[in-house]
């Protein structure tokens, strides 16, 4: 979202001259060059959030914004939200498992993982600093179990169990960029939406391809 106008109202003292009254707008922030995809993007060093601006104090982070991209919707900022706590947990394990894996397999496809990570993590950062949506800084409680019981793991069950939740938690979140990707009115997001669409399903397949997506792997039908 743009720069929002401040509107300083100076009051009118007793027994004083009527004080100035100004408006101050902020300098708008310089745009920044469009996303790029995943193939093409250099990974930069990890980064806290910095320029994430949340709504104004007085503004409830709830409804439609307007932004010089179109709408920006709740759902839109709840994708933009999601994918950032995806990478905070995702990019380390998938960096662990690089390392720590028991098949050769299983690092060679968790360093691919990491990299793409990392690259998703940052166009997250600098979508949610033009738009300035707030976004968290660690992993939910759910994420921080399933980091918790792939590293309490190890050799083959390591392999399994990291296989398991990263593919689960990949699948749990198609839904909301499909949704996001047919409802946005928001150029940024709906390129966004694209781009993490491709990262969400080339990683699934890399995690399939392991051989490791048994029965037990998978969560139990929908009713």
Partial sequence: MGPRRVLIVCGIAALWPLAACAGYTPTPTADTAALTDLASETPLPEAEPSGSAPPAEEEEDTGTWQTKWGPLSEIDRELIRKVRLAGLWEMPMAQDAAQRAASAKVREVSETIAGQHHTLDRQVRELASKLEVKL?????????????????????????????????????????????RGSTQNTLVRRFSEQCNAAVLNHQRLLESTGLTTPESFPDPAA
């Fill in 136 to 180: 968290p800084v660690k992993p939910t409680e759910q994420q921080q179990r399933w980091m918790s019981d792939i590293s309490g793991s190890t050799g083959s069950s390591y392999d399994a169990t990291y296989v398991k939740w990263l593919r689960l938690a990949h699948g749990q979140i198609f839904g909301l960029i499909g949704k996001v």
